[in-house]
């Protein structure tokens, strides 16, 4: 208690230096960022957006501290956050997780709308087109959904359960479970055990002594997870932290990675491990799958040259060692993270990711292995995704099998469910498609006839064109599946109208509407600090006679219109800037230009009846050309007067 009362009155008592203790609480949170501390980092990160010292930076640090420990919901608080301040140097990377994050509050339009915020500003992003190929995908889940029965069993631990695997008659599983010790180690990330491998017998009904760990040879005082064995059993493959015959290994920058193991039984009947020589101490790898045949070993990797967070990655296992780990391809890997593959009896590979379009966090899916490609990759529905993670999915050649979430109503962080299949999932394509469009007025809502219609492939090339009916219809027949397009509308006295859409993966019909603008129309437009209220306001720029700074007639009109949006947004604060062309002295210029600004503010003072504690303002003079008109260059009249000009600055 006095430990706490001492806080509180250093921290209001020595108020004058707050601002330099909170920045250096914020160096300490990010340190403990950077390090993978999460728990200690989120709480100072949270102490100092409450006195309010709040940047981009510090909400997307908190934001990030709840997304890579799987709490959405949180991590969606904070991401508002950074996305209300509409801070324009923000990375697009945090308006997709912002709308992924919201998935998991099951707000999907309001998921939706950042979306499309984050394909118009990162359009050639792979999990941008996927969005925008799949904008039918809740239809597209709900009709691969209800094709498993899910059954709770009796093993899970209140901690963390996951990465089922099977071995003989067995399960294996990774846990953090104490069972009953109050002394074992914990890991910074989350303040919990660190995990270890168990198998147990019978797992649905969790008979006997229950759930063992493997032994020494496995387990080390570090994690281990996500096993994989042979199909003789003999062979396991597992993954660790970089901890090989008791020698701790960092990467250069401090962190502990992952890295893949194999273990060989030996007659004594114990493991014998050694380390894969694919792996890194600057990036890990980890999550091991293994082919039928036994010959190809699958992994996920953040190793320099990958597409995203985590790819996946396959390695040809021979005789005297490995081959060259190869990329799984564009097909499966996204800029998000895809992890925990599992390739079943019948040739489909399944794997969890939150770069494919699901319903919130990771999600399992599914594609079809060919001869040296995927087929396509489809979401598995309910139940086995949630709005959670849902991850480590393996299922046998009876349709029985396991997969671990974090979604509510478990037992513990992670908890491993079991479920039969009831009917074979969706895996392949090949249909054909209709679309079906209205062009309409976007303020009334009118059809509009006669408008020429285009519908585009993705290259931007016209492959067809309509013309629409009287109640603003049109069609376009016979479209591939799965295949991205755009509609484009034209008409006299309106302005263009284009909307991009993609096939889905079923026979069917695309319906939009394209929504055309009479004239010019203006609208709402962001203006951030910064802004040019020339620019939006679509002001015509407030020329200057040569050699005057008095406000021409045609000037007036402008400035009235920046009077009346300072009125309609009374905490506004402007700067003017006035500028010269460059004839004349420098010197003078500059004076010249400072007689502008101050006229410019004097109208607006004076005339429009604004407070002069709104304003500042002052001359650039000839530093600051527009165009090639510099000191000496010849130039026409029209030309030095585009350099004439004032702009206006919201500061505030």
């Given amino acids: 208690m006095k430990k706490n009362i001492y806080f509180i009155f250093t921290f209001i008592g020595l108020s004058v230096f707050s601002l330099k203790a909170q920045e250096k609480v914020v160096e300490k949170a990010n340190k403990e960022y950077n390090e993978y501390a999460f728990v200690d980092a989120r709480e100072a990160y949270k102490q100092v957006a409450k006195d309010g010292y709040v940047t981009p930076d510090l909400l997307q640090r908190l934001g990030d501290s709840y997304y890579y420990t799987a709490d959405y919901i949180n991590a969606a608080k904070w991401y508002g956050q950074l996305y209300n301040l509409q801070d324009e ?19 999907y339009v309001a998921s939706d709308i950042i979306m499309e915020e984050f394909l118009d500003s990162k359009g050639e992003d792979y999990r941008a087109k996927l969005f925008l190929n799949e904008r039918n995908y809740l239809e597209e889940i709900e009709e691969q959904s209800g094709r498993f029965e899910l059954s709770n069993i009796g093993f899970n631990s209140e901690l963390s359960d996951f990465a089922p695997a099977f071995y003989k008659n067995e399960l294996v599983f990774a846990s953090n479970r104490t069972n009953g010790s109050a002394t074992r180690r914990t890991h910074d990330w989350n303040d919990q055990p660190f995990l270890d491998i168990y198998k147990v017998s019978n797992a649905e009904e969790d008979r006997g002594l229950g759930p063992q760990k493997l032994d020494k040879s496995i387990n080390s005082k570090y994690h281990e997870s996500t096993a994989v064995f042979t199909k003789d059993g003999m062979t396991m493959y597992f993954t660790r932290n970089n901890y090989t015959n008791k020698d701790y290994k960092e990467d250069s920058e401090g962190t502990n990675r992952l890295k893949l193991y194999r273990a060989k039984k030996t007659e004594e009947n114990t493991w014998e491990v050694e380390e894969l020589p694919f792996n890194s101490d600057e990036y890990s790898v980890a999550h091991p799958a293994l082919s039928k045949d036994n010959k190809t070993l699958y992994f996920a990797s953040d190793m320099p040259g990958g597409k995203g967070m985590s790819d996946l990655y396959k390695v040809s296992i021979e005789e005297d060692g490995f081959g060259t780990p190869v990329s799984l391809g564009d097909g499966i890997n996204t800029e998000g993270r895809e992890t925990f593959p599992f390739v079943s009896f019948d040739d489909k590979l399944y794997f969890a990711s939150d770069g494919h379009v699901g319903l919130g966090g990771l999600d399992v899916f599914v594609a079809d292995m060919k001869e040296d490609d995927f087929g396509d990759v489809y979401n598995v529905g309910r139940p086995i995704n949630s709005e959670f993670d849902d991850f480590t999915f393996v299922i046998n050649n009876l349709g029985k099998g396991y997969f671990a979430s974090n979604r509510e109503g478990g037992v513990g962080d992670d908890d491993i469910y079991s479920f039969k299949s009831l009917k074979p999932l969706k895996t392949n394509s090949g249909c054909i498609q209709d679309f079906a469009g209205v062009v309409k007025d976007n303020r009334s809502e009118d059809p509009i006839a006669d408008a020429k219609v285009y519908l585009l492939n993705a290259e931007g090339k016209v492959i067809d064109e309509a013309v629409s009916e009287f109640d603003g219809s049109f069609t376009f027949k016979d479209l591939t599946c799965s295949t991205q397009y755009s509609v484009r509308s034209q008409k006299k006295d309106y302005t263009t109208a284009e909307k991009a859409f993609a096939t889905g993966k079923k026979n069917g019909t695309v319906e939009r509407t394209l929504f055309m603008k009479q004239g010019n129309d203006l609208g709402p437009t962001a203006a951030p600090v910064g802004s040019d209220l020339v620019k939006v306001l679509g002001l015509n720029i407030i020329y200057f006679d ?32 006035s500028h010269t062309d460059s004839r004349a002295n420098d010197n003078y210029n500059m004076d010249l230009s400072n007689r502008r600004a101050q006229s410019t503010i004097d109208y607006i003072v004076n005339v429009g009846g604004i407070s002069k504690d709104r304003l500042t303002g002052k001359g650039y003079g000839e530093t600051q050309l527009v165009n090639r008109c510099s000191n000496g260059v010849k130039c026409s009249e029209t030309e030095h007067q585009l350099n004439r000009r004032s702009e206006f600055i919201i500061v505030e």
């Avoid at 923000?90 to 992924?100: G, I, V």
């Avoid at 007639?553 to 300072?566: S, Y």
């Fill in 89 to 107: 140097n923000t990375n697009p990377e945090y308006l997709y997780r912002y709308a992924l994050s919201l998935k998991s509050t099951e707000d």
């Fill in 546 to 577: 040569l050699d005057k700074d008095y406000i021409r007639p045609d000037a007036q009109i402008e400035l009235r219109k920046v009077i009346a949006v300072m009125k309609l947004y009374p905490t506004m604060k402007i700067d003017v800037r």
